[in-house]
């Protein structure tokens, strides 16, 4: 996170807690989602050993989340994938997120999930310092998606759960048609795309987007 | 090249020798291009050895151009490519295609380019087994294009350099703003995106699209 992203979340995290939610911005900042895993707290005993926790390295955007020190590498069939950053805090359940680029060079094919339901989608292998954990499912690739306070999305005119469409401009230019909506107290404006999304999109890191109306 | 895109190439190569141009079809085939890179006859020379040639491995679908049985190793600042497929026949000019996601993984910063003018494009060392080659311009990332033939472009209303937009459907459908299009008597109807592009779309290997009208 450099200055600029820290001021701007700072910032808004004062307000949200002043407020009871972000006050709502005219445009959103995009964040582009590297791969990474979410783990459950017996997963991070079983890759990093028994004690060790989670170390914050740097806030995220979203208030409360982290990335943290911790890397494990993806084991696919077909190749790996190292240093996958871990993002804190931990979860109920493990949950790797990956563009289709890195399935290919892994050898698997995931789908298209929220995140919301893990149920059925594709295994991997990860492996730490400490051992392994083989995931029976639980890879997915993201469904892009913008997370909004209750506020913001009133002021955008959306409800959770909506599907709307977003135009990234430059050379590159392109219109993302299935942009999920999540709508939470504890979410302040962005949207999140993968790696892919945003290469073939060619965006630079300081973009904002609206929601196209 | 599967058995299906190889009828529709043979089938379309016929009717252009027969007509002098393909016959404009209502769908347009979208092909992946993967990273490769194109050389010319000197680099040929100097990365396989003398008298050396470039061997056909399989057709493209574009008439006359191939998929050659010789690959190169990319050599960027913070990484290589392996196994970077070169077509064929031999260019004016060497030239190296890339996703961004790729160039990334090299640790170079390629512009977007049509190929017609590669002064000033990005550097990239291309190792072959017989010898290396720096080359000090060439490396670029492919604008997304559509290659018709002048019947083609005329059934479309399209003229040569015109921009327009494309839909990819599904569930991670988007739509592309800047697909440039390309006439000649040589090309038959084809969309060529790179590996980012179908990745962040999760396109299947069939897809034909249209132009957005």
Redesign the interface.
Known sequence: MDEQELIRAITTEVLRRLGGGAAPAAKIPVGVSARHCHLCPEHVTALFGPGQELTPRAPLYQPGQFAAEQTVTLVGPRGILERVRVLGPTRPRSQVEV???DA?RLGVRPS?SDGSDLTGTAPIVLVGPAGVVHLHEGLI?A??HIHLSPREAEYWGVKHHDVVRV?LPG????????VLVRVSPDFIAQMHI????A????ITCDLEVEIAR
């Open positions: 563009a289709l680029t290919i298209i690739l469904w892009r135009e050379p590159r230019g392109l219109t993302l048609n299935n993968d790696t892919d999304e290469n073939a999109a060619g």
